[in-house]
């Protein structure tokens, strides 16, 4: 009962934490932005790593396991690489002249 | 504690503090690409925190390598070759992964406790029956979000009609009580449980409007955070706790910030169905009269005069995959000592700061965007507006008729402007359906055609002219 107790404070103050994160975001950011936030939801697959390292011998949970690993890993892989992507196309003009493209 | 558990309880305080950075660099551009890169390190170092402290044997790193290697090279691929027009659907469908891994752990933290012959703690089956139902939504709203914006799914409709509401409420009553049935430790209601609550993800998402479809997709992923959450109860795990609540707040507030921008109410997207045509006023509907139009070669010649330009870029802009021919045709223009501006409407292209993605990548400075605010008060200063493949978004019925359904959306006043050239392919309706007054605006001239070809010809004319040749 303690753990679940400590563990709703955790998800209380993360979610203040969260809410007060993202206060003045220039709309520019608004779809980097979710697909940044998207990418650490991806965060799941630390529970689907813990199913597998818990499975022991069972397939079915091994299976799972991976599968879910997979999806999450999914997630998280082109949820990052794909924000990076967007965010290195923003350069001002300034930059470009100078850093001779 | 052993020394593996402390060095992951460490990583793990660490990689909270570094994914709460992260998020916060990531609304500003300077810091974006950096605190991008560190929330993706403190997911690393997650991974290897619980990797030293959990220790898994030959068999388990096999699996775990197969997993590693499927997802991560599909994500790979995925993130290096989807155009930069599709991005809303890419996310859609890492949000719609996310979600299904939340509910296959729950799943298979279930199945294994009934495999051991064991009865997981109440506060456990709990957390497990709210994974599944989050997790499934999530799963299976995203990938109808993402049809819908592919365009692979239309609205059927009897969903539009009072079949939908009864239709949700049927399948939630069905999940609630599977739900409860499982919790209370019956295995058989499980399968229904899965079932009905997909089910619901597609009845939930499937009549919403394509416009509003961005909304959706943030509101989904702040629901995935939401499942992550419900998965570190799952297993135990604090830092997805922390992670997915943070993940689900920030989400909420960018869903809010999205309906404000489109003055639409988070209710009437996901309960109100579609704008239609149908709604709108007697005043609003109507034929087009007195509509003006000109070649892309008058256009051209009006640009060359001109001294102060703004471009006005929406979604058929990108559709046409015009925005680097518009580059060349702006270079072409600064040569020659006109100023240009884009104007950039808050949900200009599919989602917010999409637009802005999109003409990054065609290589315009972000100091030429101004945002709408900044932009309006300057239009009667403004010679020319171009505007290419928006409609709804410069519609002056938003602020002139009460009667309009867009009525209270902030638009860009372009009809302030001396000149305003409108590059569209016929006279169609925007997203919403709606007329739009602009077009008979005596300062309006259209110029019919395909975004791209029409710029095209205006580069060729410009070129004739000898405009930035010197």
């Known amino acids: 009962m303690d753990g679940f107790q400590e563990q709703l404070w955790v998800l209380l103050l993360g979610g203040l934490l969260g809410l007060e994160l993202i206060g003045k975001v220039p709309p520019t950011l608004h779809t980097p932005l979710m697909s940044g936030a998207n990418a650490i939801s991806g965060i799941t697959m630390l529970a689907a790593l813990t199913l597998i390292t818990r499975a022991g011998d069972n397939t079915l949970l091994l299976i799972l396991g991976s599968l879910a690993l997979g999806f999450a890993l999914f997630n998280v892989v082109g949820g990052f690489l794909v924000t990076d992507r967007m965010l290195t196309m923003f350069r001002s003009g300034r930059k470009r002249s100078g850093g001779g493209r | 504690m052993s020394s593996a558990e402390l060095f992951q309880g460490g990583l793990d305080l660490l990689a909270v503090a570094l994914l709460a950075l992260g998020i916060k660099g990531l609304s500003k551009i300077r810091s974006a690409r950096a605190a991008n890169q560190l929330a993706a390190a403190a997911v690393a170092m997650a991974v290897v925190g619980l990797l030293v402290s959990a220790q898994p044997t030959a068999v388990t790193w096999v699996w775990i390598a197969g997993g590693t290697a499927v997802g991560g090279v599909l994500g790979m691929l995925t993130a290096r070759l989807v155009p930069m027009t599709a991005m809303p659907e ?116 499937l009549p919403i409007g394509g416009a509003d479809m961005p909304v959706v997709i943030s509101l989904l992923n702040s629901y995935s955070g939401v499942a992550a959450a419900a998965a570190g109860f799952v297993v135990g795990q604090r830092l997805l706790i922390v992670a997915g609540a943070m993940v689900g707040a920030a989400g909420l507030i960018l869903t809010q910030v999205m309906c404000a921008g489109m003055n639409r109410s988070l209710p009437a997207v996901l309960f109100g169905g579609a704008l239609s045509s149908a709604s709108t006023g007697s005043k609003g509907s109507g034929e087009y009269t007195n509509i003006t139009s000109c070649s892309a070669e008058e256009c051209a010649l009006t640009l060359e005069a001109a001294e102060r330009v703004v471009v006005v870029p929406g979604y058929g802009l990108a559709v046409a995959q015009a925005q680097h021919t518009l580059r060349e045709v702006a270079r072409l223009l600064e040569k020659h000592g006109v100023t240009i501006t884009y104007a950039i409407h808050p949900v200009a292209g599919r989602m917010p700061g999409h637009m802005n993605v999109l003409l990054a990548e065609a290589d315009v400075p972000y100091e030429q965007l101004k945002e709408m605010d900044v932009i309006n008060p300057e239009f009667p200063a403004v010679d020319v507006v171009l505007v290419l493949g928006a409609n709804d978004v410069v519609n002056p019925q938003a602020k002139t008729d009460p009667e309009s359904p867009l009525y209270g959306m902030p638009v860009l006043d372009v009809q302030e402007a001396r000149t305003v050239f409108v590059v569209k392919r016929g006279m169609s309706a925007g997203y919403s359906g709606i007329k739009n007054d602009l077009f008979e605006h005596p300062n309006t001239s259209m110029v019919f055609g395909d975004a791209k070809q029409v710029l095209g010809n205006i580069l060729g004319e410009l070129k004739i002219l000898g405009v930035g040749q010197r």
């Open chain 2, 90 to 205: 890419t996310v859609a469908l890492f949000n719609g992964c996310g979600g299904l891994s939340s509910l296959l752990v729950a799943l298979g933290v279930l199945l294994a406790a009934a495999g051991d012959g064991l009865t997981p703690s109440l506060l456990v089956l709990v957390s497990i029956g709210f994974s599944i139902v989050v997790g499934a939504v999530t799963c299976t709203g995203s990938v109808v979000a993402m049809g819908k914006l592919q365009g692979w799914l239309p609205t059927p409709g009897w969903m539009l009609g009072r079949w939908r509401h009864g239709c949700n409420v049927a399948l939630a009553t069905v999940v609630l009580l599977a739900a409860v049935l499982t919790v209370g430790g019956s295995g058989d209601a499980l399968w229904p449980l899965v079932i009905s609550a997909s089910l619901l993800g597609i009845g939930l998402t």
